[in-house]
């Protein structure tokens, strides 16, 4: 009886994370979006705008990028932007070392965030791709 009653249980739980991690491949492919939006962004420099029209431009993606990130926290979609916190490679890609004496964070801490990455509930879907401070 108790066996059976954990096997219940075990199911329930299988099924529940099937229907939360479904869209994870549907997120993925929205997280190209977001990025594009993002380097839109980067790309332009609102203070140096003198054209109505680029203004306005700089404010519409800015306002498709806000909107795109309030459905991603509506379906648990949440973004990593780990600058100097503790190096963790579940969550985080290391691209390259930073020297000690150029940092600001300790060693085996991220110092850049080159791409943020993003989870869906507790799952990764991207790390994060970040420069870390050399340990050496």
């Not at 420099?45 to 806000?66: A, C, Q, R, V």
């Not at 290391?94 to 507790?122: F, I, K, M, R």
Request: hydrophobic share 35%; glycine share 6%; charged share 30%.
């Amino acid at each position: 009886l108790a066996e059976t009653e954990n096997m219940r249980k075990r199911s329930e739980r299988l099924v529940e994370e099937a229907k939360t991690f479904a869209i994870q491949g549907f997120c993925k492919d929205l997280l190209e979006v977001a990025d594009v939006l993002d380097m839109a962004l980067k790309s332009m420099e609102k203070e140096k705008m003198k054209d109505d029209s680029l203004k306005n431009l700089y404010e519409g993606i800015n306002m498709t990028k806000s909107s795109l990130m309030k459905v991603f926290t509506k379906h648990g979609i949440v973004q990593i932007a780990p600058e100097g916190r503790k190096f963790d490679p579940n969550f985080h890609e290391a691209v390259y070392e930073v020297p000690v004496d150029q940092a600001e964070h300790p060693p085996g801490h991220v110092s850049h965030v080159l791409n943020v990455g993003y989870c869906l509930h507790t799952r990764p879907l991207r790390p994060a791709k970040v420069g870390v401070v050399s340990t050496k």
